[in-house]
């Protein structure tokens, strides 16, 4: 996350990913070798944690709901959605419910996730619109999580979490030159103490706390180069550090990706060091990519790079255990943790009941403003997204599809008008920054129909493909087709040419709607998802 060196990181994306060269395709791969990026879906801001023989990852969702996803592997390598630290974006501001306003790009950012041996606590914590912390905690890590707390008079921002051999708890954070370190309470609800530990000649981000042997370390980022720094401190959390170049313009292992960015550390029960970082890839997100970590006899970490070139295959960390793929049918007997709300949901307005039951929960024409749009990470880089579509409750004024969801979007729908349903595909439709940087989105476009069909019956299947590889802007498209068999697709409209910029942040989704432009009272029916590389 960086909103204050905006034209500067944008330069560098921009000359890094010139010089990046691709990888190579995932059948040259030996089984005791993995492949770059370990998951292909827009997972940014990466933490690492190890509980035992368990891995766990937590990234940033921003206006996403709930937010802050879990994800748990055995190996480092094979990942799977387990469910998330931030239930609801509860920060006491109704723009996060869509009420009164947007809250686009506002919420979970660079936040970080650790477990408490001396109470078997998970703790996750992270800064809300730059002004305040909140504190999440749960006693099963797929359990439930509560708001624990919230520190009003201090943003973390970008900060990382150590909890210290004699359970102290520390964060460190900061943007711009300084970064600082807070301890926390005894019960980690409060801050008892914050000072400056290292003052830098450059503007960076994306801070990271770790402790081996006796020494302490902090990762931290300069998105303005493509540099990643090492900290190293041999007294104590609080410094005084001293720096070395961890990272610098190294190329990315995903063909066109962008520099690396905010990564995190963890080690292995037998004592190897690993490292994950995003690498800047619109318009699919930041998307993660792994490689080794090695000490030196002084105890500076350094990676593993050949001619500065993050590999696109490393030896596996651990024996492989695969875990549940990415893609696949959802039926929706439960919307599992890989879903997320654009926005806090109406809970209203949605149920389980053979598929997933949307009720129209907002009059509007803009789909930027419409709640319970229900949206889904697309593994890269090219998939299909297929929704079946039971429609036989939706009344005069109901749109209700799949989109390709981000701040230029598409989709492909149903549009009521009296009694009359029919296919429409929507393309144009515009957010833009009123700040004219990354914050304050408001919809400048609702788009406009490109083409419509006749449709008779009541269930229909919606399908978008998208190639969200990274790409020059101008070549990356998403298509939109339908069927009332489930076998025949036909196209419909013309292709979303998709926007690679990441003032945004967050990547492109699938995101399924259903929202009344008349008046509320129309449902429709989610019978199945299929996800399906393409
Ligand atoms: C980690 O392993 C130890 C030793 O087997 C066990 O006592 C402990 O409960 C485990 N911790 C967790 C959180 O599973
Ligand atoms: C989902 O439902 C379809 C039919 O509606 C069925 O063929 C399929 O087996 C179901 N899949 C799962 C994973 O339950
Ligand atoms: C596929 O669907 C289209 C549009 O409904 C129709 O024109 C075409 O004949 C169908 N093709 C087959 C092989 O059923």
Known sequence: MFLFHVSLALLALRLVSAVAVGGKPSVNARADTFNNPVVWEDLADVDLLRVNDTFYYSASTMHFSPGAPILRSYDLVNWEYIGHSVPSLDFGDSKYSLDGGTAYIRG???????????????????????????????????????????????CYYDCGLLIDDDDKMYVVYGGGTDISVAQLSDDGLSEVSHQVVYTSD???????????????????????AGTEYILKSTSGPFGPYERRTLVAGVGS?????????????????AGDWWYMAFSWAYPAGRIPVLSPITWDDDDWPETEFTNNQWA????????????????????????GPEWEWNHNPDTSSFELNEGLVLRTASVTTDLYAAKNTITHRILGPKASGTILLDISAMTDGDRAGISMFRQISAYIGVKQTGNTRQLVMVNGLDMISSSGGTSDWVTSSEGSEVATAALSGTQVWLRVTADIAPAAIG???????????????????NTLSMSTDWEFFMGYRFGIFNFATSKLGGSVTVKSFVHASA
Do not use: M
């Open 475 to 493: 070549t990356t498209s998403a298509t939109f087709s339908y069927s009332t068999d489930g076998n025949n697709f036909t196209n419909l409209g």
């Open 253 to 269: 292992p995903i063909n066109g990706g962008g520099s690396l960015a905010q990564g995190a550390f963890v080690d292995t029960p």
């Open 108 to 154: 979970i950012w660079a936040s970080t996730l650790r477990f408490r041996p001396s109470n078997g606590k998970y703790y996750w914590v992270g800064c809300i619109d730059f002004w305040h912390s909140f504190i999440y905690t749960a006693d099963e890590i797929d359990g439930e999580w509560t708001q624990a707390s919230s520190i009003g008079n201090n």
């Open 312 to 335: 696109s295959s490393y030896p596996l960390p651990l024996p492989a255990r695969p875990l549940q793929s990415f893609t696949g049918v959802d039926n929706f007997t439960s919307i």
């Open 202 to 224: 450059i503007s960076r981000e994306g801070n990271r706390l770790y402790k081996r042997g006796s020494n302490y370390y902090i990762i931290t980022d300069d998105p303005s």
